[in-house]
Every structure is written in structure tokens, then in C-alpha cells.
């Protein structure tokens, strides 16, 4: 079998199983029915999409799976922020004290999950919402904008998050 064979069977098995997972979460049924409608669903779906769904450049196991562990970290670490981060937006608007800002910065990640779920997880942050993300650039909507600095703020909106999903998504 030839190495592109190879990689588009392997594109091809990543997009069956995220969309019958998908499937399963919806439905969240495994009624005989249910479960062959969404296999078949899932396999035609895949067969049309699959070049689209998981890039060529990005087939490799570690850039669609995440490391379980490190995953399981960071969604404690999310949903930890979230509470604090929306106690924090509540008190900045009894007080009257909020100083919104547009801010710009960089992150190291290379693969694109990884960018997409560090700008959903600052979006899910209360008082931030990551506002366009272009290759490894983010532009950030920020309640408590406390620096206009790109390097500063970055630091203190993503660090930890950027941190985690280094070790989640090679």
C-alpha cells in the first residue's frame, strides 16, 4: 500500500470517527436504528469530506488526538477560569471599573486544533473574546484590558492555556 494511500485511509478514519462521535453525542442513543443511520451517515459524509475535514499538511495522529491525560488537566483548568473569570467580570461591573481594549499577540502553537481550541477556550473566559485568528496571530477583545503591551497581555490571556495545549496537541 502506498504511503498516500496510507494517509488518506487515515484522514478518512479520523473524519468517520469525529463524526460518528459527534453522531453520538447528539443522539445519545443506541438504539439499533440509530446506531446504523449514523455509521452510514458518518461513512458517506467522510467519503465526500474527509480531504477537507483533516488537512493532507496535518495527518498525523498527534495533530487530531489529544494526549488524555494533559486533556483532562486542561478542562479542569478551563472550567476552574471560567468560574473565577466570570466572579472577577462581575465584580469589575458592580464597581463600575472596566477598561475594554483590543489586543494583539502571538501564540507558539503549531497545529490548527490547537489554535482553535486556545481561542475558544479564551472566548469561554468571561471578559475576553478572541475576536480573528490568522496563522499565529490573535486579535483579542479584553474586558480588563490591563496592558496594551502584545507580549505583556498574551502572557496574562493565554499563557496557561497555551501552556497546557503545547503538551495536548504536538
Known amino acids: 500500500m502506498r504511503l498516500e494511500t ?7 478514519l479520523i473524519t468517520f470517527l469525529s463524526l460518528f462521535a459527534g453522531w453520538m453525542l447528539f443522539t445519545w ?9 449514523g455509521i452510514v ?4 459524509v467522510a467519503w465526500f469530506t474527509y480531504s477537507i475535514f483533516v488537512d493532507e499538511s496535518e495527518a498525523a495522529r498527534r495533530a487530531h488526538l489529544p494526549r488524555p491525560h494533559y ?4 478542562l479542569v483548568v478551563l472550567v476552574f477560569n471560567m468560574y473565577v473569570a466570570s466572579f472577577q467580570v462581575l465584580w469589575q461591573i458592580l464597581r463600575g471599573k472596566i ?3 483590543i489586543v494583539h499577540f502571538r501564540t507558539r502553537l503549531k497545529t ?3 489554535r ?6 479564551i472566548t469561554l473566559t ?13 486579535v483579542v477583545h479584553w474586558l480588563d484590558a490591563r496592558t496594551t503591551h502584545s507580549r505583556y497581555a498574551g502572557e496574562l490571556i493565554k499563557d496557561i492555556y497555551e501552556k497546557l495545549l503545547r503538551r495536548i496537541w504536538l
Open 126 to 138: 468571561p471578559g475576553t473574546i478572541t475576536l480573528d485568528l490568522t496563522d499565529d496571530h490573535l
Open 6 to 12: 496510507r494517509w488518506a485511509l487515515v484522514r478518512f
Open 71 to 74: 486533556f483532562l488537566v486542561y
Open 41 to 44: 451517515s458518518s461513512l458517506v
Open 99 to 101: 477598561n475594554p481594549g
Open 29 to 37: 442513543s443506541l438504539d439499533p436504528g440509530s446506531l446504523v443511520a
Open 116 to 121: 482553535v481550541a486556545l481561542t475558544s477556550s
Open 112 to 114: 490548527d486544533i490547537a
